[in-house]
């Protein structure tokens, strides 16, 4: 069965530090993966989306980067946190039609 | 054109009681409406979905409402419990873009308590 992993569960970082969030989804291949932000009480932003390795898609601009270098990884970064960047992050992949959430990251930028 | 809009925002029903959370949409390109169930810090999971093809899926105590010619669709909780407390979410998908162009809703919170 597919299972998807995101880690860490938690994170609180200082302004102006880098930021890197991983993403691994296992039992399936060449999958869509995506990542979202749910700031508190809100809803679900679509940050960027890859439809295979390098191919990287932006939906917002923002202080954000996003990188697919294996298969069935998918990385989230910055080089420097603003305060804004504070939020539940979720990464996803979607197959046939279905679209299936990892756990989510909380951060907090202080 | 792309809004699909929720409501209400919060909800609290008895347990045992109907929770039904309604979504309208103004894009006639959509033609997939999932709505995902998220409980406090966890990542949003798949509760059901529908195309526009039937007016009604039932699944359990889910079922889904849809009213093609109003752009509306909605769900409906049957009996409701206090494990269904958490936050809804319904969506619509175009039947060209796949979820890199899929719309939320903004999101409901259940409550239901006993």
């Known amino acids: 069965s597919q299972t998807i992993h995101q880690w860490p569960a938690t994170l609180v970082q200082p302004v102006g530090s880098p930021l890197s969030l991983e993403c691994t989804v296992e039992?399936?291949?060449?999958?869509?993966l995506y990542w979202y932000r749910q700031a508190a009480g809100r809803g679900l932003q679509l940050l960027f989306y890859?439809?295979?390795?390098?191919?990287i898609s932006s939906e917002v601009p923002q202080n954000l980067s996003a990188s697919r270098p294996q298969d069935r990884q998918f990385i989230l970064s910055s080089k420097k946190l603003l305060l804004s960047d504070s939020g539940f992050y979720l990464c996803?992949?979607?197959?046939?039609?279905?679209?299936?959430f990892g756990s989510g990251t909380q951060l907090s930028v202080l | 054109q792309q809004q699909v809009k929720q409501s209400p925002q919060s909800l609290i029903v008895q347990k045992g009681g109907i929770s039904i959370i309604n979504c309208a949409y103004e894009?006639?390109?959509?033609?997939?409406f999932p709505w995902y169930q998220q409980f406090p810090g966890k990542g949003p999971a798949l509760l059901i979905a529908?195309?526009?093809?039937?007016s009604e899926k039932k699944e359990g105590r889910f079922t889904i409402s849809f009213n093609k010619s109003a752009k509306q669709f909605s769900l409906h909780i049957m009996d409701s419990q206090p494990g269904d407390s958490a936050t809804y979410f319904c969506?619509?998908?175009?039947?060209?873009?796949?979820?890199?162009?899929?719309?939320f809703g903004t999101g409901t919170k259940l409550q239901v308590i006993p």
């Open positions: 039992g399936t291949s060449n999958p869509n």
């Open positions: 894009n006639t390109a959509f033609d997939y």
């Open positions: 890859s439809v295979g390795i390098g191919q």
């Open positions: 996803a992949w979607s197959q046939q039609g279905k679209l299936f």
């Open positions: 969506a619509a998908i175009p039947n060209s873009g796949g979820y890199q162009k899929v719309t």
């Open positions: 529908i195309r526009p093809d039937v």
